[in-house]
């Protein structure tokens, strides 16, 4: 059984800049794809950064390119979304997610299957 253990998040105002944590437990962490979701009030969630095992291939939501940067250590077993230039758009509870399908590369990693399932944190971006 995997656990994902959730950091990181809280208020800040618009312009602004949090990193999110998410540590795993299990020694198979580095085969995993990883992925960071969102889900704001009454909309529904999404998959806005996904990275391969290795960290050489990453995939963005359009929404959040160019802001936002996922990364992961795989010797911590730890997964990082580094949220820059925040926008009040971008309030939502973030949830990080693991498939334990090994993926190469990714290709259209929205459609994967993401089996374990962080606790969820709540960012909130002032305006």
């Known amino acids: 059984q995997v656990q994902l253990v959730q950091s990181g998040g809280g208020l800040v105002q618009a312009g602004g800049s949090l990193r999110l944590s998410c540590a795993a437990s299990g020694r198979a962490f580095s085969t995993y794809t990883m992925g960071w979701f969102r889900q704001a009030p009454g909309k529904e969630q999404y998959l806005v950064a996904a990275?391969?095992?290795?960290?050489?291939?990453?995939y963005y939501a359009n929404s959040v390119k160019g802001r936002f940067t996922i990364s992961r250590d795989n010797a911590k077993n730890t997964v990082y979304l580094q949220m820059n230039s925040l926008k009040p758009e971008d309030t939502a509870v973030y949830y990080c997610?693991?498939?334990?399908?090994?993926?190469?590369?990714?290709?259209?990693?929205?459609?994967?299957?993401?089996?374990?399932w962080g606790q969820g944190t709540q960012v909130t971006v002032s305006s």
């Open positions: 997610a693991a498939d334990p399908t090994f993926h190469v590369v990714l290709n259209h990693p929205e459609t994967y299957d993401y089996e374990y």
């Open positions: 990275i391969s095992w290795s960290g050489s291939s990453t």
